[in-house]
C-alpha cells in the first residue's frame, strides 16, 4: 500500500462521448464517484493528472471532475493505452511518484491496458474500485479481474485516504474529517450501486 | 492480453444435441452470445476455428454461429479434449496464432479440457466469458476457476476487441464502431443473464 | 485434473450426529447431493472409502450414501483430521490412487482438516465442490476458500465425470448416458440450493 | 492453520466512536459477533489483546466485547497500523503466540493496516472473516482481499476453533459444547447479515 511517501491519481476519459452509451443513472455515479475520490482526497495535495480520449470527437472531462481537482494537468491521448501514446506518457512520468492510482473509465479498456502498459513499464500500480466503470457489470468484473492479474494494486478511496494519514498526527488529518462526515451523512453514502443494468448473478 | 500480433478463434460445440440439455432461454443466449461476439470481431478478420463433438449423433453446429463465421474451417473430433483428436488437434495447430481465444460450450468439459489441452502442449490460451457455457451455473463457475487456474486467461469480447484495435488510428475502426452502436442499443445488450436456472448464491 | 489414470472416492461424515444441527431441507441436500455424486460416478467403478466421526456418538453414514455405494469400505476415527487417525490414515493410503477426491461434511472442519492432512503428507488432493457442505454459508465460503489455498482442486461432479471419460470410447460411456439423462430431467436438477439458511450477500 | 501450538486474540477498535457511523443493526452485528467469537473460545484459555484507537476521542471498547474476555490486557493507539505505535507493538509482541488472530473494526483501516505490519515483520497473521468489518460493503470486501494479498489467513470462529480441538479428546471439548450448540439454536445463528446497507451486487 502506498505510505506517506506519496501517489499521484491519474483520472482516465470522464468523458461525455463515453458516457453517453451509460444508463443515465450509471453515468451520473461514474461522475459522481470520481468527483467524490478527487473531493475526498484533496487535503492531501496528491498531484493529479486528467486523460482524455480523442478530446475532438468525445469531448472534454466532465465539469464536476474538472472541479474536484483544481490543479490538474489535462492531457489528450489517441490510443487507449496511456503509454502507447508520447504526450500522455511523458505526463504520467511527470507526475513522478511512486504509486500512480487509477480512476475513470473503462476499466476494461483504457484504465486497463494504461495499468498493463504502466506495469510493463516498470512501474507501481494501483486503482480505485469504487471509482473505475465499464458499462456492462461483466465487463467491469472481467476488466478488474485482469487488472489485479496484470499487477494493479485495487484500492477504495478510504483505504487510499487512510494508508497516506497513518493517524490523527498527519497535518491533513482536522481538514480530511469534515469530508468524512459529510460522506457517512449522505443517502447514498456513494456505495449502493446504481442502475447495475438488471438482474446480475455473476455467471456466464 | 494479446495486441495487434493477433489471436485465432475456436469455437467449441455449438450443436443442438448439446443445446436440448439447456432451459431454451439459455440454449438462445449460447447462440446468440457465440453469433454476437462473432459477429462484433469479425471487421478484424480472425482465423476461425469451429469444433464439433461426435457431429453424427449431436447435430451440427447453430446456423446462426455459422453464419456469422462465414470464413470458418469446421471439424470434427470425437474427444472432449479437441488436443487429444489428431485432425482436429491439426486444425488448432492450423490457426497458427500466438494467441488461441476459445468460445462455446461446455465450459467445464470441452473448453476446459481443450484449455488444459492446449496449454500442456505449450500454448497461449483465452476464452471468451461472455460466451462460454455451462448448464448448471456451478458448472459454469467451477468450470471458469479451472480454467483460469489451468492458465487460460479469461476476457470478454470487448477486452479483445478494443485490445486488437489499441485506438481510432487502427484500419477497422470504422467498420466496427456501428456494430458497437448495435450493440450497445440492444434491449439486453447481451449482457443481462437470461435464465439463470433458479436462485442462485453462490453456496454450497 | 485427474484423466483415466484414476482417482479414489473419500465420503467424509454423512452422519446424523452432524446433520441435525442443520436446517432439514439443507440436510436433505447433503444427503441427495453426496448419493447422486455416487450414484452418477458408479459406473466408473472408483474405489470408495466412507469416514465417520465418533459413531458412538454421532450415528452411522446415512443409508442413501451407503445404498450408493455398495463395495465402500468404512472406517470410523476419533480426529477431525483423518490422517491424524492411525486407522482412517491406513484406510486412506489403501485407496492407491494418485488422486483423492473428498466429498461430505464439514467443509470447513473435516474436509478441510483431512486435506490439509492429506497435502501435508504429499498426496494429491481434489473436492467435489457440488458435495462438500458447511451448515453456515459464511463457513461454507471460507472453508472452501481454505482447502483451494492449501492445495485441494475444486472439482464438480460433472467435471470429474467428463475428465475421467474422455470422451464416447470409454467402455463405461453407455452406463453414464441414462444417468446424465436422469439428472437433467430432474426437477431442482441436484443444484438449485436449498435453505441456503436465509438472505446472503457474502459481506461481513 | 493453527494447531494445538495456539495462537493469540487481537480485537481492535470496538469503539462507540467508530460504530455510530454504522447503522444501528450493523453495530450491533459488530459487537455481537466480536463478543460471540470471544465467548465461544473462551475455554480455550487463549491470550487476548484489546486494542483502542485515540480512546480520548473515541470511547472504550463496548462493554459486551470487554465483558466476553475478562483477562484480555487493553492498550491504547495513536496509529492505525498498530505496530507504528511502541506501546501497542510491545503489547502484540507479549502475546508470544505463533498465530496472532485479528477481529474488530475497520476491516481496510485498522485491521488492515495492522496485519500489514505484523506480516512485514515476519509474524503470521490471521483474521476472523465472521467478525471483522467495515462500515460499507466495498471496503469491507476490497479490505479483505487486500488482507489475503499482504498474506493474512483468513479464518471464522468455528474453523479456528475446530483447528485447536482437534477432536474430542482435547480437555476442553466438553466446555464447548453447549456454547456451540447454544450458538446454532440462536434464531439469526450469528451469520445472517444484518443490514447489509442497501442493494449491493459487487459491481462498481
Redesign the interface.
Known amino acids: 500500500?502506498p505510505g506517506r511517501a506519496g501517489a499521484g491519481l491519474v483520472v482516465i476519459d470522464v468523458q461525455p462521448g463515453l458516457l453517453k452509451?451509460y444508463p443515465p443513472r450509471r453515468a451520473r455515479r461514474v461522475v459522481e464517484s470520481a468527483a467524490g475520490a478527487l473531493d475526498l482526497l484533496a487535503p492531501l495535495g496528491l498531484p493529479t493528472l486528467i486523460l482524455e480520449l480523442?478530446p475532438d470527437?468525445l469531448g472534454p472531462t466532465h465539469g464536476r471532475v474538472l472541479g474536484a481537482a483544481p490543479g490538474a494537468r489535462v492531457v489528450a491521448k489517441?490510443?487507449?493505452?496511456a503509454t502507447?501514446d508520447p504526450e500522455s506518457f511523458q505526463a504520467l512520468e511527470d507526475l513522478d511518484r511512486p504509486w500512480l492510482v487509477l480512476l475513470g473509465v473503462e476499466?476494461?479498456?483504457c484504465v486497463?491496458?494504461t495499468a498493463?502498459g504502466l506495469l510493463g513499464r516498470g512501474r507501481t500500480v494501483a486503482f480505485l474500485?469504487?471509482a473505475?466503470?465499464?458499462?456492462?457489470?461483466?465487463?467491469?468484473?472481467?476488466?478488474?479481474?485482469?487488472l489485479v492479474?496484470a499487477g494493479a494494486?485495487?484500492?477504495?478511496t478510504?483505504?487510499l485516504l487512510?494508508?497516506l494519514?497513518?493517524?490523527?498526527?498527519h497535518p491533513a488529518f482536522s481538514q480530511v474529517l469534515p469530508r468524512l462526515k459529510a460522506r457517512?451523512s449522505r443517502p447514498?453514502?456513494g456505495?449502493?450501486?446504481i442502475d447495475?443494468?438488471?438482474?446480475?448473478?455473476?455467471?456466464?
Open positions: 500500500m452509451a480523442d470527437r489517441a490510443r487507449y493505452d502507447a476499466t476494461h479498456v486497463l491496458q498493463v474500485d469504487d473505475v466503470f465499464s458499462r456492462t457489470p461483466r465487463d467491469q468484473r472481467v476488466g478488474r479481474e485482469l492479474r494494486v485495487p484500492l477504495t478510504e483505504v487512510f494508508a494519514l497513518g493517524g490523527r498526527d457517512v447514498d453514502d456505495e449502493a450501486p447495475p443494468g438488471g438482474p446480475y448473478d455473476g455467471e456466464g
